[in-house]
């Protein structure tokens, strides 16, 4: 599959990402650990694309989505960064290129995939970035041409990392899990509400989520210095 190479901002580079710019730190560790758990979060299938939301706004879901994404490659996996938050996207702005193009292009126009995906600086990882914020997200998310790209995406990649609207502002997290194999939540501990968290996971639960686990975001120093992620493995019923 030949992708697009991308407009990149010329003498730019992506956004500081913790995985890449500190590999020995507590925190790069803490995401190769969220991989791991992934890899061994289901014992009937492999898991090959991951979908990460949050309760609300500004649990860091996009950051710690963007920093899976190149924990996976560098791991040797083909890996490809889905931006399908069409609402307040961001993966364009870390990675440094434009979004002229990209899923809701996709979704909305007969244009070949190939298209869409833009080469990273990142060996073996490719991004497909929101392309222009759409009047009705929720109705792009929900056509079933969506099905289909999924679909390609799982089959030529060895994991899809998918970034989404948080659940409890709109509903197209909702929509998004039922083309993941898994999701994963993410909160921020200083905002972390039981009651919402709770909500967020009903919501995924009844669109038939497979809710894998959460990552609790922005841990203070005081637990162990520099873990500023940690995952917890969704419990299961016996």
């Not at 899976?68 to 399908?84: C, E, P, R, S």
């Not at 060996?123 to 390609?152: F, W």
């Amino acid at each position: 599959m030949e992708m697009n190479r991308g407009h990149r901002d010329e003498g730019t580079r992506p956004r500081y990402l913790v995985v890449d710019k500190q590999p020995h730190a507590t925190v790069s560790e803490q995401f190769r650990t969220i991989r791991t758990n992934i890899m061994y979060s289901s014992v009937n299938r492999d898991i090959r694309s991951v979908l990460f939301t949050s309760d609300m706004a500004s649990a860091g879901k996009s950051t710690v989505a963007a920093n899976m994404a190149v924990a996976y490659a560098q791991a040797g996996k083909k890996t490809l960064l889905l931006d399908a938050d069409l609402r307040r996207p961001t993966s364009h702005e870390t990675f440094r290129v434009d979004n002229r193009t990209g899923l809701s292009t996709l979704i909305v126009n007969d244009i070949p995939l190939e298209e869409v995906i833009k080469a990273t600086e990142f060996e073996r990882l490719d991004l497909i970035t929101s392309g222009p914020i759409p009047p009705n997200p929720a109705e792009l998310l929900s056509a079933p041409k969506l099905d289909s790209i999924m679909l390609r995406l799982m089959t030529h990649y060895d994991m899809v990392i998918i970034d989404s609207p948080p659940v409890l502002s709109v509903t197209d997290g909702q929509l998004l899990s039922k083309n993941a194999n898994g999701v994963i939540m993410v909160t921020n501990v200083e905002n972390n509400n039981r009651e919402r968290l709770n909500e967020a996971k009903d919501l995924l639960n009844k669109a038939g989520a497979n809710i894998i686990g959460i990552v609790l975001n922005g841990r203070s120093p005081e637990y162990k210095k520099d873990n500023q992620y940690h995952y917890y493995q969704e419990p299961r019923a016996t």
